[in-house]
Every structure is written in C-alpha cells, then in structure tokens.
C-alpha cells in the first residue's frame, strides 16, 4: 500500500520552514527525557579511566564502599557525580 501525500497552496520555503518547526519541537521534547551529563552511567573502564586508576584499584576501592556502584544484570556501573563526589571526599587531606 504506498501513502500519497498532496500539498495544496503552499510554496517550498513555507514547507520547508514547517518540516524546520516541527523537528526542532520533537528535538526538544526528547533533549528533556535525556539524563543530565553527571548522572550518566560509566562502565568499569570508563570510571577506572576517568579516576586514572587500574580495573583491579577501582574494584578494591568499590569493595570497600568508597565508590558506589549499580549492578545492571551481570553488569557494574558507575554514577559520574557519584565517583566525582567520592574522588573529592578521598582527596581531603586529613587536619
């Protein structure tokens, strides 16, 4: 079955200019469901790059709860804030 579409008392530069209008709403309309960049999930070497540390460093360190970290499945992800967050608190110098 093929659809026909018939344009009647328009001109291309108006037609185009509402095909324009439409995406820009729909592109909007998703960039808002989008999670923001800090709350984005890395992987195991994502995060262990991100800290500059081995894949073997980054499990101790998640082993002992000093970054929080999501099983998805079979699978261990990272919050960035959270491991930004962590990497601060483990950076304080102690008084």
Do not use: C, H
């Amino acid at each position: 079955m093929t659809n026909v579409l018939q344009l009647e008392n328009t001109n291309a530069l108006d037609f185009k200019n509402e095909i324009v209008k439409e995406v820009v709403a729909a592109l909007k309309g998703f960039a808002n469901t989008l999670q923001p960049d800090n709350e984005k999930l890395l992987t195991r070497e994502e995060t262990a790059k991100m800290l500059s540390v081995s894949l073997v460093t980054l499990w101790d360190w998640t082993r002992k709860d000093l970054i929080p970290a999501y099983r998805i499945g079979n699978k261990v992800r990272y919050k960035k804030s959270e491991v930004s967050e962590a990497l601060k608190k483990m950076n304080k110098f102690s008084s």
